[in-house]
């Protein structure tokens, strides 16, 4: 029997796995001695953020709290009453 020549796959130059950087921000634990210290802390940690910037943390924060909810299928109709039909005031 002939000896079977070894599998040997192909060299590629490019071997090396090119992936983007990532940068973390470092995350500091401030202690407070009391709340409201802590407050003070928060709104002005606050206040580094125009309200736009709030307002994207804030849909970020919701759409991550309530991601299943947000792929179930929503009926969107808005439906109108006829005027007269409507609830009287008691």
Not at 39 to 64: G, V
Request: aromatic share 10%; charged share 35%; net charge positive.
């Amino acid at each position: 029997m002939s000896k079977k020549k070894p599998y040997k796959t192909p060299h590629d130059k490019n071997e090396q796995v090119n992936e983007p950087v990532a940068v973390f921000n470092k995350s500091k634990l401030t202690m407070f001695n009391s709340f409201e210290e802590m407050n003070e802390y928060d709104i002005k940690e606050m206040a580094l953020f125009s309200p736009t910037q709030r307002f994207q943390h804030i849909t970020e924060l919701l759409k991550r709290m309530f991601a299943k909810e947000l792929k179930k299928k929503m009926d969107l109709k808005i439906h109108f009453e006829k005027p007269g039909h409507g609830r009287t005031a008691s």
